[in-house]
């Protein structure tokens, strides 16, 4: 009878030992792989906030832009600072007024919105719009009576002409040896700045976790 209880606890000592080892194992193996930072990767800082720049721009139906937020935050500011949009001025504030980086996405993508839908009603070019976020809506109604089509020679002219409204304001800093001068109204390189980005981007991880939600080049 001894014999019989010694083996059959064993058997189940067995069994539990086994049955330890299988939970370990597949607790192991079920546990998540963190995803290294890579440091490599120029929009590792702004990608950080791609989560957040989606979910305000489907309160627009736009998160389809969100690629291009994404670049032109990394042309403003790297992901860096309370203000990653540079969305101040845009709301009437003194430049970095803002300084938290949810009221700032919050502000710049009511920004980026009122531009793209005044430039689809003038039927103006998506660089235009990408151009307007930094020049203002205004610069919208310049290329709109230019032909349509944005290009650095109209971001020029349209820069020109708010630096003779407020000469004293618009000086670059009175360093003439900026590249912008005497253009000292925005940067009249600044669609070009983005759209390379967007194109940088295409390249880089995606932003979304998914290949499929790969940025494309042209996508926009």
Excluded: W
Aim: hydrophobic share 30%; aromatic share 12%; glycine share 6%.
């Amino acid at each position: 009878m001894k014999k019989r209880r010694r083996k059959k606890f064993k058997t189940f000592f067995v069994l539990f030992l086994v049955f330890c080892a299988l939970a370990m194992f597949q607790n192991y193996f079920q546990k998540p792989i963190s995803t290294p930072i890579d440091k490599n990767d120029p929009f590792s800082d702004v990608k950080k906030y791609s989560p957040l720049l989606q979910q305000e721009l489907a309160k627009y139906h736009l998160e389809s832009q969100t690629h291009v937020l994404v670049a032109l935050m990394q042309q403003e500011s790297h992901g860096k600072g309370g203000d990653p949009m540079q969305a101040s001025e845009s709301a009437g504030l003194a430049r970095n007024s803002i300084t938290d980086p949810k009221q700032s996405i919050q502000v710049g993508v009511k920004h980026f919105q009122r531009v793209f839908t005044y430039g689809n009603q003038k039927k103006v070019d998506f660089p235009t719009i990408i151009q307007a976020y930094n020049m203002g809506i205004g610069y919208v109604d310049y290329v709109a009576q230019h032909g349509g089509k944005h290009s650095e020679e109209l971001a020029k002219q349209f820069s020109l002409l708010q630096v003779k409204k407020k000469p004293t304001l618009y000086t670059c800093g009175g360093n003439k040896n900026n590249f912008r001068y005497p253009y000292c109204y925005g940067d009249f390189t600044y669609s070009t700045k983005v759209t390379k980005n967007i194109q940088l981007l295409a390249d880089s991880i995606p932003v979304t976790g998914s290949e499929s939600e790969k940025p494309t080049r042209g996508s926009f």
